[in-house]
T-cell receptor, first 108, second 112 residues
Framework: RKEVEQDPGPFNVPEGATVAFNCTYSNSASQSFFWYRQDCRKEPKLLMS???SGNEDGRFTAQLNRASQYISLLIRDSKLSDSATYLC?????????FGAGTRLTVKP | NAGVTQTPKFQVLKTGQSMTLQCAQD?????MSWYRQDPGMGLRLIHYSVGAGITDQGEVPNGYNVSRSTTEDFPLRLLSAAPSQTSVYFC???????????FGPGTRLLVL
């Protein structure tokens, strides 16, 4: 079983839709959590960190459930520019583990 | 401010050859790391360093060596290239593993 698992998608949604991604992790000692975004053939870039209390940045909301060991990302009012692969990242004492990514395509 | 730079961008090797992938950052970051990305596998951590003189193994360290003699540089050495090492390699840096990692543009490596 992979340490970090994501639904690979693809998710194909119309502009303006709300879409949610989940990510589960197996190591209960994991300490910090992130969502990164990766465009085709580019390097990953931080979308947002994920805090226990949940956090929001504009149209993006991230949640962490330590008891169930999952992380979620909600994107509201999807834009064409949101089309990318979203990577869930879990840090356990400097050992960073990435999920395989969830591909999102937003269509006009 | 160049951020994280990687060289070369592309490389073709023959099985058994050795080479060094270069990574440098100018942000005075302590934490640096190397990943490989293969289709359907996501990024996998090869080696990381929490500061000059300190390195440790990640998830997939076999066949790779690293050293960290300065804060800025973190080269990755392939000792004897194998076709299984064909991949895209990313270097990243951050103040610590708990903070934003900044990635280089990647090196595409093909081993024949």
């Amino acid at each position: 079983r992979k340490e970090v698992e994501q639904d690979p998608g693809p998710f194909n949604v119309p502009e303006g839709a709300t879409v949610a991604f989940n990510c589960t992790y197996s190591n209960s000692a994991s300490q910090s959590f992130f969502w990164y975004r990766q465009d085709c053939r580019k390097e990953p870039k931080l979308l947002m960190s994920v805090y226990s209390s949940g956090n929001e940045d504009g149209r993006f909301t991230a949640q962490l459930n330590r008891a169930s060991q999952y992380i979620s990302l909600l994107i509201r009012d999807s834009k064409l520019s949101d089309s990318a692969t979203y990577l869930c990242v879990v840090n356990n004492n400097n050992d960073m583990r990435f999920g395989a990514g969830t591909r999102l395509t937003v269509k006009p | 401010n160049a951020g994280v730079t990687q060289t070369p961008k592309f490389q073709v090797l023959k099985t058994g050859q050795s080479m060094t992938l270069q990574c440098a950052q100018d942000m005075n970051h302590e934490y640096m790391s190397w990943y490989r990305q293969d289709p359907g596998m996501g990024l996998r951590l090869i080696h990381y360093s929490v500061g000059a003189g300190i390195t440790d193994q990640g998830e997939v360290p076999n066949g790779y060596n690293v050293s960290r003699s300065t804060t800025e540089d973190f080269p990755l050495r392939l000792l004897s290239a194998a076709p299984s090492q064909t991949s895209v390699y990313f270097c990243a840096s951050s103040y610590s593993s708990y903070e934003t990692q900044y990635f280089g543009p990647g090196t595409r490596l093909l081993v024949l």
